[in-house]
Every structure is written in structure tokens, then in C-alpha cells.
């Protein structure tokens, strides 16, 4: 037993990977920990990670309260800065929340980002919005039994620097020119001032082959039989539920770092990072708390995929939004909105 008039001196044990290959490590370990006491100054080009979400419901992965998640937030916050070089990016992915017994939304991942622009010195070098065309219709009481909100389908993804000037290229992630675009090249534009006010040269015809992306990444999470879940399966071992698709930090460890480079996910989880960056031939360091989900990782890299995602056939294909007037001579709006906003349920009829 401890003696409470006594100081104890406690050490901190140094961790070792629980798993390595030769430009890569995954720890089992408090990344916290991890990242104050192996991780140096200015030792890293890239953190990219989906940290738990500020959620309502508790899952079974750990996640902390929303209306706690900046405090909690704020010693990784202080962390990352020390270890990012001055031209290295933090990218994190968070999804917002759902106020409890309310349809009204959380404000945590805001204050989370001004947390980390005001108190910690971090800049905003672009917002993301990933939108997921495969989402479910949630949440569901507000979304499909009383009909008062629509579906949430998009995730925020935060781009910070340590300074203004991270180093990056969007040369590094174009893509194809729409069928729109294609025909202006073909059929020639005149150089005008748009009613916008935006002046469009004759530059605007040129042809380089392809096209700037948008902030807003359209990326389905569908993944059903990867050689990761096959391992999961195979050897019994338990599949980490919220994994974020590989071509994610795929986007963002090819937009911002070289061949070379050190890309550190604190929470790894089944080390989605770890994996891609292996591919890319990126240094790279997973941390995730549970063994769990670390023993079916380690599946990723068993025969690291070479084969790059333009292959792959779930890539590739166009995601279309409708227009939001696609349906409006054919609905019924003659059906008067609830007063109360939709707070009392409506009972159902046959």
C-alpha cells in the first residue's frame, strides 16, 4: 500500500512497437504519453487522424463527451504543435454531434478548431468537408420518423499549420475535367467579365490535362471485403467500426508531404494511415490504445497493397449531387408544417 506522506518518483517506461517494418512502427500506448516523451521538436511532417468523435452515445472504440472534448482535446493540441515542423500540416478528421434529446447540433467541433487557432498558436490552412454518398439516413428520429431534419452525411476535415506556408501541391492530387469543361475546351470560350464580378481571361481555356479539386471530397465509406477485414475474420479478431477509407489520408499525405517524410497518427485505430503511407514510401507512426484493434492492423501490412487507387474499381466513379429544385414540381407542399417544429410525435396512421 502507498504511504500519502511519502513522494513517490515514477518512471516512465520507454514504449516499444508492438509491430515494425522498415519505414514504419505501431504502438500500443497512450499517445499522450507517447508523443511527451519519444517524440521530438519539429520531428514531424504530417499528423493525420480521425480522433473519437464528441459524441452523445458512448462507443465502444472510447469517446469522450461532447461538451468535454475541447478541454480533453487540448494537451494533444499542445503536443502536436511541438512535434509538427514549422512546413508539417495537422489534418483531423471529426464528425460532428447531435445535442442530447434535441435536433439541434453541437458545436464542439468549432470550438475545437478555434481552440487550437486561438490558444495554440495552429493556423486554418483549409476547411474539408468530406461527404459520404453512402451515409445512412441519421439520425434517424429526427431524419425518417418525424421528418424534421435531413440526413447528416458530411464530416468536417480541419487543414492546420504551424505557420501560414505548410508546405503543399495540388499538382499532386487533380482530377479529371468534367464533361462541362471538356466541351469549353472544345468548343473555345470568350474572354468576359461574369456577372460575379470575376474576370475570366482567355487563360481560363487552356488545357493542362486536368482539373483543381473542390473542398469538398466525395468519397462513399463502403468498404465490405479488404484484406483487412479478411484478416479480422480469418483470425477472429475484432474489426475497428469507424475507420475513415483509405484514400483519405491518402489525399492529404500526397498533398502534403514527399517520399521520406514522417506522417504520425495518434489514434490509429486499425492504422488506415500507417497502411497508405507504407505504400507511398512515407516514414509513419501509429499509436492506438487498444489491442484489440492493433492485432488486426497488423493484417494491413502482411502484403501491403501496390497497386494504386486509379486501379482500384470503386475508384474513379463520378459522385453526383441532385440539384435541390429536381423534385419540387412533383412533391406535395399543401401538407402543413408541425407548429411545435415537429417536438410532439406524429401518430402514425395505416
Not at 487522424?49 to 493540441?77: C, H, I, M, Q
Not at 418525424?146 to 499538382?171: F, G, M, Q, Y
Not at 484484406?227 to 484514400?247: D, G, K, T
Not at 499525405?253 to 490509429?268: A, S, W
Amino acid at each position: 500500500m502507498l504511504d500519502r506522506n511519502k513522494s513517490y518518483a515514477y518512471v516512465y517506461v520507454m514504449a516499444k512497437p508492438v509491430f515494425k517494418t522498415k519505414i514504419g512502427k505501431i504502438y500500443c500506448d497512450d499517445s499522450l504519453k507517447l508523443m511527451k516523451n519519444q517524440l521530438k521538436d519539429s520531428s514531424i511532417d504530417l499528423i493525420m487522424t480521425s480522433p473519437p468523435f464528441g459524441l452523445v452515445r458512448k462507443k465502444s472504440y472510447g469517446n469522450v463527451d461532447a461538451e468535454d472534448y475541447v478541454e480533453w482535446f487540448k494537451d494533444f493540441g499542445n503536443q502536436f504543435h511541438r512535434i509538427l515542423k514549422d512546413s508539417g500540416s495537422l489534418v483531423i478528421d471529426i464528425g460532428g454531434a447531435w445535442n442530447p434529446g434535441q435536433p439541434t447540433r453541437s458545436l464542439y467541433h468549432f470550438e475545437l478548431l478555434i481552440m487550437l487557432c486561438k490558444e495554440m498558436g495552429f493556423h486554418l490552412a483549409q476547411e474539408f468537408y468530406w461527404w459520404s454518398p453512402s451515409k445512412l439516413p441519421t439520425p434517424a428520429e429526427w431524419v425518417t420518423v418525424r421528418r424534421i431534419r435531413v440526413k447528416d452525411a458530411v464530416n468536417c476535415v480541419w487543414w492546420l499549420s504551424k505557420t501560414p506556408w505548410p508546405k503543399s501541391s495540388n499538382k499532386r492530387i487533380l482530377v479529371p475535367y468534367s464533361s462541362s469543361m471538356k466541351h469549353l475546351l472544345k468548343n473555345g470560350y470568350k474572354a468576359k467579365k461574369r456577372p460575379s464580378g470575376h474576370d475570366i481571361s482567355d487563360k481560363f481555356t487552356t488545357n493542362n490535362k486536368a482539373a483543381i479539386p473542390p473542398n469538398l471530397i466525395a468519397l462513399p465509406n463502403t468498404e465490405s471485403n479488404s484484406s483487412y477485414q479478411r484478416f479480422c475474420r480469418e483470425n477472429e479478431l475484432v474489426e475497428h467500426p469507424a475507420r475513415f477509407p483509405s484514400s483519405l489520408p491518402e489525399m492529404f499525405i500526397r498533398m502534403l508531404t514527399d517520399k521520406g517524410d514522417t506522417v504520425f497518427d495518434p489514434f490509429g485505430g486499425s492504422c488506415v494511415t500507417g497502411e497508405v503511407a507504407e505504400r507511398l514510401k512515407r516514414k509513419w507512426i501509429c499509436c492506438d490504445l487498444s489491442e484489440e484493434y492493433i492485432a488486426g492492423a497488423k493484417g494491413r501490412f502482411n502484403e501491403v497493397d501496390k497497386t494504386l487507387p486509379s486501379k482500384n474499381n470503386a475508384l474513379g466513379k463520378v459522385y453526383e449531387l441532385n440539384h435541390p429544385a429536381a423534385m419540387w414540381d412533383e412533391l406535395d407542399d399543401n401538407e402543413l408544417l408541425q407548429p411545435d417544429g415537429g417536438k410532439k410525435r406524429k401518430k402514425k396512421t395505416s
